[in-house]
């Protein structure tokens, strides 16, 4: 593949300017290199694009038969060990996975080769961990994101961390690393001053609850999915000055409940997040009917309420807030929904703007289904899933014959137990876009 040295150092040399990679692209169309400059094209267009534009899916579709056909030979020059992964982003590597003493042997050549902005060190609790070692590799001041896999524990995470080539990092992911106080005193404490967005899953969070109150940094993405929280560690956040900026929040799977819900709904602090992800918190009726009357949600863009049982009065709730209009990503999954339920869906003026819907798990029959399926309300929805509901041939016949579903990209009727003739006629109609097993 063609390559010109001096066009990709300026790539690397600027690697949040798209003007280099278009530039690079003229010049590959100039080698007679079209299919990787138009992919660099494709992939800097997409991340200029909303996540629920019109344009996405055929943008979307091209990046995906461009990657299938040449991606190997788009690598061939980087470091190809088993334990090395690469993603794109804008049209290069801007993503690695490499397992920490890989990245000793190979990080140079790989950050010299790709604009890395983005490193996941795997395997940390394989081996004697070099913490001093991974820290002082100069390649590390070029990342924008650290993303750490394994059980790596005290005293590792807290050496790595302190590391100076650290600190520039906008992003950290510490999701079941088992960090110590110590670590979370530096990922909170201001020695990563830069940090707008933190990954805390299953960090024990919960008898840190105040190191994360306290944190003076610019956060804009905080989760804390399964740290055994309480309603009343949500209520502490809830008050925290730092966490003004967040946008993103993701309480899953913690103990959140009516308390903590109505905490969030009530806060003077924490009022423009576009995705917030409540599954499995136990927040029931109270909790989403607090939500869905407070101005806190006007942003919201992203709901995850799986598993609160909310039932018919949750839904009716939810589906009458007049500040949850910018929704274009709502999940519903295992909250005893019924029929009227998805009638209450139909009636609800946010239906024809969502782009993905999960409905699995509930209590639906293939009246309800098919009525729902019939409906043009779901002419843009992208994602609609329905598995593990008491659907069959109703619903099959309605998926097939409904003309506004064929941009769907994914359609789930896993574990419905559909007859086998209507499985053979949607995998005619929706190929690899219908989940059936």
């Known amino acids: 593949m063609a390559s010109d040295p001096g066009l990709l150092q300026t790539v690397l040399d600027q690697p949040d300017d798209d003007a280099p990679r278009l530039i690079y692209a003229d010049w590959l169309d100039d080698q007679g290199e079209t299919a990787r400059a138009e992919f660099i094209r494709v992939q800097c267009a997409l991340e200029r694009l909303p996540e629920d534009d019109d344009r996405r899916p055929g943008l979307e579709q091209r990046e995906a038969a461009l990657l299938a056909k040449h991606e190997s030979q788009w690598l061939e020059a980087l470091p190809r060990d088993k334990g090395i992964e690469y993603s794109f982003q804008r049209g290069f590597v801007a993503e690695a996975s490499v397992r920490w003493k890989l990245f000793l042997q190979h990080g140079e050549t790989i950050f010299r080769l790709a604009p890395i902005r983005q490193l996941e060190l795997s395997y940390l609790g394989m081996g004697k961990f070099q913490a001093e070692a991974v820290g002082a ?11 750490l896999k394994g059980q790596l524990r005290e005293p590792g995470t807290q050496k790595l961390l302190q590391a100076p080539n650290l600190r520039g990092l906008k992003a950290l992911g510490l999701a079941w690393v088992g960090c110590g106080e ?53 209520e502490a956040l809830a008050r925290a000055p730092g966490l003004a900026q967040l946008t993103k929040l993701d309480l899953s799977s913690n103990a959140v409940r009516v308390a903590g819900a109505q905490a969030l709904a009530n806060s003077s602090v924490i009022t423009g997040l576009t995705e917030l992800d409540l599954g499995g918190c136990a927040i029931g009726i109270a909790g989403v009917t607090a939500l869905a009357q407070s101005a806190n949600g006007a942003q919201l863009r992203w709901l995850n309420l799986n598993g609160n049982n909310l039932g018919v009065k949750g839904l009716r709730a939810l589906v009458a807030s007049p500040h949850l209009t910018a929704l274009h990503t709502l999940y519903l999954h295992n909250n005893a929904l019924d029929d009227d339920c998805l009638a209450l869906l139909l009636d609800w003026p946010g239906l024809p703007k969502l782009r993905s819907l999960g409905l699995n798990m509930n209590r ?6 098919a009525r729902l399926l019939a409906s043009a309300k779901l002419s843009r929805l992208w994602n609609l899933n329905l598995s593990e509901n008491a659907l069959g041939q109703a619903s099959a016949r309605a998926a097939l014959e409904a003309t ?18 209507a499985e053979k006629t949607l995998r005619k109609k929706f190929g690899e876009r219908v989940r059936m097993d």
Request: hydrophobic share 40%; glycine share 6%.
């Open 137 to 147: 590799r100069p390649e590390l001041r070029r990342l924008h994101g650290l993303r």
């Open 182 to 234: 110590e670590s979370l005193k530096l990922a909170l404490g201001g020695h990563l001053p830069q940090l707008e967005a933190l990954d805390l899953t299953n960090c024990a969070m919960n008898l840190c609850i105040g190191l994360l109150r306290q944190a003076k940094l610019p956060l804009r993405e905080l989760n804390l999915h399964w740290n055994e929280l309480t309603a009343r560690d949500v």
């Open 364 to 369: 639906f029959t293939d009246q309800g289904a």
């Open 404 to 421: 506004h579903l064929e941009q769907l990209r994914e359609l789930g009727f896993c574990n419905c137990s559909l007859p086998a003739a």
